[in-house]
């Protein structure tokens, strides 16, 4: 029995030793830097050109303000293009009003961000620039977004990840909703903060990515998975061009005010990640051991930390079955790893909040810690039933009733 419960408290200790690490690097980072530091990518003053890539379906009520973001940085030739794909409202005219150029597409047969990416990379063939920047329709981008984040992408002839993070953008937010504002930080902005000290990969997290045109130009676009992001990734660390995470570019999007377009979203997070856990940790691994890729075992460790909603279950349930082992006569060795893993994870947790969303340390939002982990987890242990991994289309506040 006490093989079992060594076995149970080191499934959850490892990646949860994982999760601490990246977090006490990123604060480390913070601590020991000034508060505002110098872009990290900026030391090249060559003008690069970029262009701006958005992969639009039905966002005419959110693509102006993206656009609009994006123009004062662009340069005289910097372009901004829309690709609204599948459309069946006004998406392509508002992009246009709003001084994008505009690819219209068709293809209902062909569903996804990842070929609206494929289009618009097709379509800068004639003229391709130094890179191409994704940024998604329902996001906008802070000022001295665009030039640490492209210029580290050609620097290093690598993939670029800018930091993306979502804000509670209402007066009447539920107290959950912070926590979750809280789980995205930590997800997009942290955790690669600290794998970026650590010397290792980062994930590519959806809005806010940059590729030089070498790489774009032949890059596995084209799909319609939900972890669309994740996936191009991975492939492009396993043809070894590792993504790096440039927190001196800035993107942001709201959270969603209503609960169905939350849990619409949730469910598409949650599911993309939990399959690419299951699909690309072998691929990963096998790569790791063949070549001795440092990046791929960067990935794997990043990959092994599952959602904060599954990392706490699994805590939970490994204290529970440690201590009935330890009360059934096993050692009492593995109750003490789970117990004290346990509370380091919420003691960094606790101190992530404090260094990177101090307005979350406070009664109202530290009592709505269970209510946002019953909220959600029913749409992660649904993937173990069904997942959801095939790409569906978020509904915007106002179409959600």
């Not at 996936?231 to 959270?255: E, H, M, S, W």
């Not at 096998?286 to 909603?309: E, K, M, Q, T, W």
């Not at 009935?324 to 096993?330: D, K, N």
């Not at 946002?372 to 509904?395: C, G, I, S, V």
Request: aromatic fraction near 8%; glycine fraction near 6%; hydrophobic fraction near 50%.
């Amino acid at each position: 029995m006490s093989i079992v419960a060594f076995f149970i408290a080191a499934l959850v200790a490892i990646p949860t030793l994982i999760f601490i690490l990246q977090c006490l690097a990123a604060m480390g980072a913070t601590w020991f830097t000034t508060k505002k530091t110098a872009p990290t990518s900026t030391d090249d003053d060559t003008d690069y050109t970029a262009a701006i890539i958005i992969p639009a379906h039905n966002e005419q009520q959110v693509i102006a303000a993206t656009i609009r973001s994006l123009l004062p940085q662009m340069g005289a030739n910097g372009r901004v293009v829309a690709i609204a794909h599948n459309c069946d409202d006004e998406t392509a005219q508002v992009a246009r009003d709003a001084g994008a150029e505009v690819l219209e597409l068709n293809e209902p047969d062909r569903r996804g961000k990842g070929w609206a990416l494929a289009a618009g990379r097709d379509f800068l063939r004639s003229d391709p620039p130094d890179a191409m920047v994704v940024v998604d329709a329902d996001t906008a981008v802070e000022p001295d977004f665009l030039k640490p984040l492209v210029t580290m992408a050609m620097q290093r002839n690598s993939p670029a990840q800018a930091k993306y993070v979502l804000h509670v953008d209402s007066d009447d937010a539920d107290a959950a909703d912070y926590v979750s504002s809280l789980a995205f930080t930590v997800r997009n902005a942290v955790r690669p903060l600290g794998m970026k000290l650590l010397g290792l990969p980062c994930m590519l997290t959806g809005s806010g990515f940059a590729l030089p045109w070498s790489l774009a130009a032949d890059a596995p676009l084209a799909g319609g998975h939900a972890g669309e992001d994740y996936k191009l990734g991975i492939d492009l660390t396993l043809q070894g061009n590792r993504p790096y995470f440039c927190p001196d570019a800035v993107v942001r999007g709201p959270l969603p005010r209503t609960k169905q377009v939350a849990t619409v979203q949730r469910r598409r997070w949650s599911h993309s990640q939990l399959a690419f856990m299951r699909n690309e940790l072998p691929r990963l691994l096998g790569d790791f051991l063949l070549h001795a890729r440092l990046a791929s075992f960067g990935l794997i460790c990043d990959l092994v930390v599952p959602p904060l909603i599954l990392l706490m279950l699994l805590q939970w349930v490994a204290m529970a079955a440690t201590g009935i082992i330890y009360l059934a006569g096993g050692s009492q060795i593995p109750l003490l790893i789970t117990v004290a893993t346990c509370a380091s994870f919420l003691v960094v947790l606790l101190a992530v909040a404090a260094v990177f969303e101090k307005k979350l340390l406070n009664r109202k939002v530290l009592l709505a810690l269970p209510r946002y982990f019953f909220r959600y987890l029913p749409q992660y242990l649904a993937f173990f039933h069904k997942a959801d991994t095939q790409w569906t289309k978020t509904p915007r506040e106002s179409s959600a009733p």
